[in-house]
């Protein structure tokens, strides 16, 4: 059994900041990829980070580049989304998953097993 649970997530004005968590139960976490994806009203879910077992390894969709950090604490069993500069684009509810048992970070969605039920993000202009 494994769980994912998401917090953090609020309503803060452009510019600001938010720090995201995904705390994990159960088994399968410290081997495996980890991933944050989000999800606006009426668009598909999009890939925003992911980071490999040791988070020696992180990849970040383009939009996000330079202004959020994803990182893990594998003694916790969780893992991080740092937002800042965050700007009315980046609106959606986030979803944290567990993804390949790999070396290498995945993206596609479908590579990941387990999901969180979301925390909602709000960016006010």
């Known amino acids: 059994q494994v769980q994912l649970v998401e917090s953090g997530g609020g309503t803060v004005q452009a510019g600001g900041s938010l720090r995201l968590s995904c705390a994990a139960s159960?088994?399968?976490?410290?081997?495996?990829?980890m991933g944050w994806f989000r999800q606006a009203p009426g668009k598909k879910r999009e890939f925003v980070a992911a980071?490999?077992?040791?988070?020696?390894?992180?990849i970040y969709t383009d939009s996000v580049k330079g202004r959020f950090a994803i990182s893990r604490d594998n003694a916790k069993k969780t893992v991080f989304l740092q937002m800042n500069s965050l700007n009315p684009e980046d609106t959606a509810v986030y979803y944290c998953a567990r993804g390949p048992s790999s070396i290498s970070v995945r993206t596609a969605p479908e590579r990941y097993d387990y999901w969180g039920q979301g925390t909602q993000v709000t960016v006010s202009s």
């Open positions: 980071l490999n077992y040791n988070g020696g390894e992180t």
């Open positions: 159960g088994r399968g976490f410290g081997d495996y990829v």
